[in-house]
C-alpha cells in the first residue's frame, strides 16, 4: 500500500507529501521535504521513515513536542488512519489512493449515531474516533441512505466544536442561483432594491461544523468562492467589499463519484483536491448485511418496541434484500412494520436479484426460464406473507392456503425460510 502524509490542520492544511522508501524530514525550514508554515513548529521536527506496513515517526528534538492521540512521543510507528499533530500542524498518514480507510477496527459497533459491527463500519469508527480529535475538512462519499449525514453530525458531536452549530447546506435542494447566497449570504439590496440581507451557512457555522450535502451540485461558477473559502476560511457577503475570516470545520458529502466528475469537466480538479483530502466512503449496506439485525434492533428500541416484532423469517427476508435506498430505506420498513402492524411481504420491496417481483422479470429471457424465475418469486412471496398471517403456525397456514402440510414444509425449506 502505497501511502501519504496530508496536513489536515494548520497553516499548510491540503499539502502533502508521497512517502516511497527512505526518511523524509518535516518542519518548518526551506530544505524539509515537507515544508510546514506554521510557527509553532519546529525547523526540522520530525523525520519520517518508510516501513513494510507503515512508517516510524521520531521527534527530532523539537521544542513544543510531538504528539499522537493526544499522547506525546519521540518514536512511534505509525499505521494508516493515524494523525500526528506538530505544534497547531495536523498530519493524517493516508493511503495514496481510495478511502483514508484504516485497516485497524474498532471493537465497538457504534460511534455516535452510527450502528454497524460489519468490519467496514469498525474501521470507519477508527478513522472517525481519530478525525474527530482533530479540525481536518471531511469529504463522505456513499449511496443515497448510507449515513453520510448522520456521519457528518456524529463527527461534529464527538468533536471539540461540539458545543457550536451544525449547519447544513443541501447543495442538490438549492436553486443553482440562490446557492452562493445561501453558501456566503448577501447585503441588503444586493440582488435589487428591497432585497432582504442575509447571513450565509458559512457564517452561522461559526465555531461549529459546516455539512456540505451534495458538493457535487455545485455549480462550476461557485466553485472558485468555496475553494477560496476553503482555504483561507475567508468569505464575503453577495454585495459586499471586505472579506472576513470564519473559523469553520466543514464535512461534505457526494453521492456521485466526485472524481469522474473531475474527469468529465463538470468538477474543478483543485477544489476536488482540497475536499478529499481526508475521503470516507460509507459502504452500502448490501456489502455489509451482518449490520442489519442490529440496525433493525435499534430502531424497534427507538420506536419503544421489542426486538419480537419483526419475526427471524421476516429477519431472513430483510437480510436477503438488496436495499437500494440502504439504511433509510430499512428503517422506513420497520417503521412500516410498527405503525401499521404489517408483516414485510416480499412484494413490499423492491425487486432482490435472489427473489425478483414480476415487475422486475427479464422480459427477453427464454420463455422457460423466466416463467420458473417468476414462479420461485411468487411461492417465495406467497409463503412468506402465509407464514406471517398465521403467526409461523405451518398447520394453520397449510389449512388457510388449501395445500398439505407436508408440501408447505417443502416449500418453506425450498425458499430458505425455516
Ligand atoms: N449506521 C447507521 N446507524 C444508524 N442509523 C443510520 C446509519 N446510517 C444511516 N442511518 C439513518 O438512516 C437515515 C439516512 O441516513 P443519512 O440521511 O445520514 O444518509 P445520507 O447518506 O446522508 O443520504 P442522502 O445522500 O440521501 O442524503 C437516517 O435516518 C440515519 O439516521
Given at each position: 500500500?502505497?501511502?501519504r ?11 502533502e ?8 524530514r518535516?518542519?518548518?525550514e ?13 525547523r526540522?521536527h520530525?523525520l519520517v521513515?518508510?516501513?513494510?506496513h ?6 527530532n ?8 492521540d493526544?499522547l506525546?512521543?519521540q ?16 498530519l493524517?498518514?493516508?493511503p495514496v489512493?481510495?478511502?483514508a480507510?484504516?485497516p485497524?477496527?474498532s471493537?465497538a459497533?457504534?460511534?455516535g ?5 460489519s468490519?467496514a463500519?469498525?474501521?470507519?469508527f477508527?478513522?472517525l474516533?481519530?478525525?474527530?480529535g482533530t ?5 463522505l ?6 449515513g ?6 456524529s463527527?461534529h ?8 452549530p451544525?449547519?447544513?447546506v443541501?447543495l442538490?435542494?438549492?436553486?443553482p442561483g440562490?446557492i ?12 435589487g ?15 461549529g ?7 457535487g ?13 476553503l ?8 454585495g ?13 458529502a ?14 474543478r480538479?483543485?477544489l476536488y483536491?482540497?475536499?478529499a ?5 460509507l ?11 442490529q440496525?433493525?434492533d435499534e ?32 428503517l422506513?420498513?420497520?417503521?412500516r412494520?410498527v405503525?401499521l402492524?404489517m ?5 413490499q ?12 422479470l427479464?422480459?427477453?429471457?427464454p ?14 412471496d ?14 394453520a397456514?397449510a389449512?388457510?392456503a388449501g395445500?398439505d402440510r407436508a408440501?408447505l ?7 430458505g425460510?425455516?
Amino acid at each position: 500500500m502505497r501511502l501519504r502524509l496530508l496536513v489536515v490542520a494548520g497553516p499548510s492544511t491540503g499539502r502533502e507529501l508521497l512517502l516511497e522508501r527512505g526518511t523524509y524530514r518535516v518542519g518548518k525550514e526551506e530544505g524539509n521535504e515537507l515544508r510546514l508554515e506554521d510557527s509553532t513548529v519546529s525547523r526540522t521536527h520530525l523525520l519520517v521513515e518508510v516501513l513494510a506496513h507503515g512508517v516510524r515517526v521520531t521527534d527530532n528534538g523539537s521544542s513544543n513536542g510531538s504528539s499522537c492521540d493526544g499522547l506525546r512521543f519521540q518514536v512511534l510507528e505509525l499505521r494508516p488512519g493515524a494523525v500526528v499533530r506538530l505544534g497547531r500542524s495536523e498530519l493524517l498518514l493516508a493511503p495514496v489512493e481510495g478511502p483514508a480507510t484504516a485497516p485497524e477496527s474498532s471493537s465497538a459497533t457504534r460511534w455516535g449515531g452510527l450502528h454497524g459491527k460489519s468490519l467496514a463500519m469498525r474501521q470507519l469508527f477508527t478513522v472517525l474516533e481519530r478525525l474527530a480529535g482533530t479540525s481536518a475538512d471531511v469529504l463522505l462519499e456513499g449511496e443515497t441512505g448510507t449515513g453520510k449525514e448522520r456521519c457528518a453530525e456524529s463527527l461534529h458531536a464527538a468533536s471539540a466544536r461540539a458545543p457550536g452549530p451544525f449547519v447544513v447546506v443541501d447543495l442538490a435542494g438549492t436553486p443553482p442561483g440562490r446557492i452562493e447566497a445561501e453558501l456566503f449570504g448577501q447585503l441588503e439590496g444586493a440582488l435589487g432594491a428591497g432585497t432582504p440581507g442575509r447571513t450565509g451557512a458559512c457564517e452561522r457555522a461559526q465555531g461549529g461544523t459546516l455539512f456540505l450535502d451534495e458538493v457535487g451540485e455545485l455549480p462550476l461558477e461557485s466553485q472558485p468562492r468555496l475553494l477560496r473559502f476553503l482555504e483561507r476560511r475567508e468569505l464575503k457577503k453577495l454585495g459586499e467589499d471586505a472579506y472576513r475570516t470564519v473559523d469553520v470545520r466543514v464535512v461534505a458529502a457526494s453521492q456521485k463519484d466526485l472524481a469522474h466528475e473531475v474527469a468529465e469537466r463538470r468538477f474543478r480538479q483543485d477544489l476536488y483536491q482540497r475536499l478529499a483530502g481526508v475521503r470516507l466512503r460509507l459502504p452500502p449496506l448490501r456489502e455489509r448485511r451482518e449490520d442489519i439485525p442490529q440496525l433493525i434492533d435499534e430502531a424497534l428500541t427507538r420506536l419503544g418496541e421489542p426486538p419480537s416484532l419483526v419475526s427471524p423469517r421476516t429477519r431472513a427476508l430483510l437480510m436477503a434484500h438488496d436495499w437500494p435506498g440502504n439504511v433509510r430505506e430499512l428503517l422506513h420498513v420497520v417503521e412500516r412494520v410498527v405503525r401499521l402492524g404489517m408483516p414485510v411481504a416480499l412484494a413490499q420491496l423492491p425487486s432482490t436479484p435472489e427473489a425478483p417481483s414480476a415487475a422486475g422479470l427479464a422480459r427477453d429471457a427464454p420463455y422457460k426460464e423466466a416463467r420458473e424465475h417468476l414462479l420461485q418469486a411468487f411461492e417465495r412471496d406467497y409463503v412468506c406473507a402465509l407464514l406471517e398471517r398465521h403467526r409461523n403456525n405451518v398447520s394453520a397456514a397449510a389449512r388457510a392456503a388449501g395445500i398439505d402440510r407436508a408440501y408447505l414444509h417443502r416449500l418453506i425449506n425450498r425458499h430458505g425460510l425455516g
